[in-house]
């Protein structure tokens, strides 16, 4: 008996903590949809703002360090790169890819979004020396998680592809071409 009452009261005390964070997570989700939404829309400021809001969401209901603190940098610093905030972009895709290195491992899939989304900065920016070492280690990432030909790889490579035009790598962009276009035609 003392051990069935104890369960009750383990219960009573944990459920309404349980029943917060599910709606904690679930706000976390209706503000990301509305992010994806103003994004779309091109309503890059009211975006942000919206996103600023998540990433507290985040923070207060998962922690510091969880992946979906991670992806709300991304979605903070994907906005602030869209309006040229380079600057501000920077630090909160820096720290993404940290918490997903650490919560996820570096050779997870959000690893390698994250550098991909640094490359996609760097090059924003004209930082072309920069962009290299992260898309091929994004392209390394996703073809040892999804294969050769999946379309997360497609992406790295008309990225790469585009730099080596800038920086005059012009037979390394045309293979790049050659293996995207073989791949998007097989899907």
Not at 3 to 21: D, E, H, M, S
Not at 41 to 48: E, H, N
Request: aromatic content about 10%.
């Amino acid at each position: 008996m003392r051990i069935y009452l104890r369960t009750i009261l383990l219960v009573a005390i944990c459920l309404p903590f349980t029943i917060n964070a599910f709606a904690q997570k679930t706000l976390w989700n209706e503000l990301n949809a509305k992010v994806i939404i103003l994004y779309q829309q091109g309503r890059y400021s009211d975006a942000a703002n919206v996103a600023k809001e998540a990433l507290k969401v985040a923070k207060r209901t998962f922690g510091p360090d969880h992946p979906d603190v991670a992806t709300s940098l991304n979605n903070l610093a994907l906005l602030y790169r869209s309006q040229g905030k380079y600057d501000e972009a920077e630090p909160l895709y820096k720290r993404a890819l940290v918490i997903y290195e650490k919560a996820l491992g570096k050779n997870h899939p959000q690893v390698a979004q994250s550098l991909n989304n640094l490359g996609l900065l760097y090059y924003s920016q004209g930082r072309y020396a920069r962009v290299e070492p992260f898309y091929k280690r994004a392209l390394a990432i996703w073809e040892d998680a999804f294969g050769p030909d999946h379309p997360d790889v497609l992406t790295v490579l008309e990225n790469m592809s585009e730099l080596y035009k800038n920086i005059g790598k012009e037979d390394e962009a045309k293979r790049l071409e050659e293996r995207a276009k073989i791949i998007r035609s097989s899907q």
